[in-house]
């Protein structure tokens, strides 16, 4: 790619990406691409006028969000549904978000949005939102309501996990870090970060954190951290990253990171890192 890849998505065997490229493995490809896993360039293009932050797959459906207001010519402010075979049709799905999508997680046929917007479909919502994902796009009535930018979502079980640079949910103090029910109810679980939370994964009943922090819990943890899921301990975990962590990846026995970083620990890692995950 020749610019930054700031979302990837899976489905199937097509891997598909998203940031601020245009131009992937010598073909012209505005911001969106799918790849083959053997690393091949697909037919695939629908082409955003902006940078694409967050990609969620529903079987034959790609959602993305960003801070685009057009994919392939068609309006669409900032969160869009493209078909996922070689037409790359925009979907008629369209909820219209008023600013940035960064983050996007899908529970069943719920779509969940983090990002810096106040409205979607017309209707306040305070950089959280609920969408169906069939074709009404409705809005649903889940609102906590961040005070500040949500960067990262993330699901566990019937839980939404929600990383940012926000202070608060709804009326009640939550630094950065904050578990909310699909009913809309705020957890007590309250790990509080020192500053802003990039990147979330959940993986074996620990919440993997990225980003600008260099503290959690009043414990040291530079740039990246491990929080219980249940009862939300910060975690003896600690890679001790040199510099901002801004995605994560978990699978069964490693945990992926991506950043700014050079080092993690005294390990030399340059912007890439595989990391053993927590043992259980």
């Known amino acids: 790619a020749n610019n930054h890849v700031r979302a990837l998505a899976v489905s199937g065997g ?80 369209n909820p219209n978000a008023s600013n940035i999508v960064y983050s996007l997680a899908m529970n069943g046929s719920t779509l ?20 169906d994902t069939d074709a009404s796009a409705a809005l649903l009535p889940w609102d906590p309501n961040a005070n500040n930018n949500v960067f990262s979502l993330a699901m566990s079980g019937s839980t939404i996990l929600a990383g940012g640079n926000f202070t608060a949910i709804g009326a009640t103090a939550r630094n950065r870090l904050a578990a909310i029910e699909i009913d809309g109810g705020l957890l007590a679980w309250d790990p509080s970060a020192g500053a802003g939370v990039r990147a979330l994964s959940v993986s074996g009943g620990v919440l993997y954190c990225g980003g600008d922090f260099t503290g959690i819990d009043v414990v040291t943890r530079n740039y990246i951290a491990a929080v219980a899921v249940d009862g939300g301990q910060v975690l003896s975990w600690n890679p001790n990253a040199d510099n901002v962590v801004y995605s994560l990846l978990g699978s069964t026995i490693t945990i992926y990171a991506g950043g700014a970083f050079s080092t993690m620990g005294t390990e030399s890692q340059t912007f890439l890192a595989p990391l053993d995950r927590v043992p259980g």
């Open 112 to 131: 969940y949005a983090g990002g810096s917007f106040a409205t979607v479909s017309g209707q306040a919502r305070g950089r959280l939102a609920a969408l």
């Open 14 to 93: 097509t891997i598909y990406a998203g940031g601020a490229f245009t131009q992937i493995d010598g073909g012209a490809r505005d911001r969106l691409a799918a790849i083959d896993t053997d690393g091949g360039l697909l037919p695939w293009n629908p082409g955003a006028n902006n940078i694409v932050y967050s990609l969620a797959a529903k079987g034959s459906e790609l959602y993305a969000g960003g801070s685009f207001t057009s994919i392939g010519g068609t309006s669409r402010n900032r969160i869009a549904a493209i078909d996922t075979d070689a037409s790359a049709a925009v979907l008629a799905w």
